[in-house]
Nanobody, 121 residues
Framework: EVQLVESGGGLVQAGGSLRLSCAASGFTFDGTAIGWFRQAPGKDQEGFACISLSDGRTQYENSVKGRFTISSDNAKNTVYLQMNGLKPEDTAVYYC??????????????WGRGTQVTVSS
């Protein structure tokens, strides 16, 4: 059974940092990609970071580029999201998702239950 479990969310002041984790199980990392997306109340879902678990290639949306870093520890089947310079507009539920191909293209195959990130001003 494929499972993705996010952790590390919380309440932080603007300018602060958090590191989210996405623990994956039920599939092998090789040939897949894991990404993060978020959803704030009343807003559309926003995919913003992706890492290919085959070649390590990363991709970011402009809204987080330079502030967020996605990385993976393949031995631990875990993907991380280091978030620095957090802003109130980063407040959302953060989800990780897996694509069963090399990059985060098209619709993802599975996603987790999410972790809340709240940034106070």
């Amino acid at each position: 059974e494929v499972q993705l479990v996010e952790s590390g969310g919380g309440l932080v002041q603007a300018g602060g940092s958090l590191r989210l984790s996405c623990a994956a199980s039920g599939f092998t990392f090789d040939g897949t990609a894991i990404g993060w997306f978020r959803q704030a109340p009343g807003k559309d879902q926003e995919g913003f970071a992706c890492i290919s678990l085959s070649d390590g290639r990363t991709q970011y949306e402009n809204s987080v580029k330079g502030r967020f870093t996605i990385s993976s520890d393949n031995a631990k089947n875990t993907v991380y999201l280091q978030m620095n310079g957090l802003k109130p507009e980063d407040t959302a539920v953060y989800y990780c998702a897996v694509w069963f191909h090399r990059y985060c293209d098209g619709t993802f195959n599975y996603w987790g239950r999410g972790t809340q990130v709240t940034v106070s001003s």
